[in-house]
């Protein structure tokens, strides 16, 4: 399981692109390994032989091996076109900076950029807090996912923000650019504001009324931020978006937030299912295999 020893790797190495294709290819080899081998990671040169088309492109090695046939498949046929939307306000900097949520989803982001790389779709990179701070071209090239790496890498260095999230409005301009059916994964806590969220809500509905597929990872440190499962001694907590602090013993409080935040993860998933959005619990201390597997039925499913 690659979490906390990948994120250490990243602050030794500093190499987004190298740790995405070691825990990609460890990935792979491991699921053709599993019961899941029937998941494809190869669709991009292979697909299912359908009764009644022509033989000529059948591969017959593959055919020896697997005694299923397949149809070799042609990079114009694979037209998928990924947009990848990150989440880089301040609250992603918790629980630190070198080892905390957004570290967590720029190597997440990295893996399915390469995921999609190697499967010869198309992918793009959208960076926000309060607004778009990056948003890339969508090409399949090899140098435009290598630039997308650099921006990554580069965002792994940049010291914690201190501003809000606009979720919402993002997301509302990028329903209105993005101008075919793509899939959007999104990375985030989500945490724009608690008690109101039917303006997030109204975005996501207006993805899908563009007819996109959207598949958001819920990113969170589930032991504190959801379990609030800190000593029982005094703490100093810091609103990371606001600087704003208070001191309290976490038994004081620890009743009132988990019925809050429990109140909105449970909204959240309501209103996605409701939206048919795929929504993934991402935890933070249970590594990237839960991302790429989310991924890759996703991506199975929009054959």
Partial sequence: MASQ???????????VEFLARQMVEGFITG???????????????HR?????????????????????????????????R????????????????????ITFSILASACIAYLLQRQKDAVSLTTFAEGIDIQTQTKSTPSHVHKIFQQLNTLLQQPPPLRKTSAAEVIH???????????????????????????????????RHNLHEVL??????????????????????????TGDKVKVQPNQVRDSYQTAIKNFYHELKLRCG?????????????????????YLVKRTKMK
Wanted: proline content about 2%; overall charge negative.
């Fill in 31 to 45: 699921l053709h390994k599993s019961p899941f081998h029937g998941f494809s990671v190869e669709f991009a040169e």
């Fill in 48 to 80: 299912l032989y359908n009764t009644g088309e022509s033989t000529r492109y059948i591969d017959w090695k593959v055919f020896a091996k697997s005694e299923r046939l397949f149809v070799k498949r042609f990079e114009e046929e694979t037209n998928l």
């Fill in 274 to 294: 409701q939206y048919r959005i795929d929504f993934i619990e991402a935890d933070i201390a249970k590594g990237f295999d839960q991302i790429l597997t989310s």
């Fill in 82 to 101: 990924c947009h990848l939307l990150l989440d880089t306000s301040s609250t992603m900097y918790y629980p630190e900076p070198g080892y905390g949520k």
């Fill in 216 to 241: 958001i990872f819920h990113v969170t440190d589930k032991k504190t931020e959801e379990d609030f499962a800190f000593d029982e001694r005094p703490y100093e907590f810091i609103d990371l978006e």
């Fill in 173 to 207: 301009q990028l329903a209105e650019k993005i101008n075919k059916r793509s899939l959007v994964v999104i990375f985030s806590d989500m945490f724009e504001n608690v008690s109101d969220v039917d303006h997030l809500f109204s975005a996501l509905q207006h993805l």
């Fill in 5 to 15: 020893v990948d994120l250490l790797k990243v602050r030794e190495y500093g190499n």
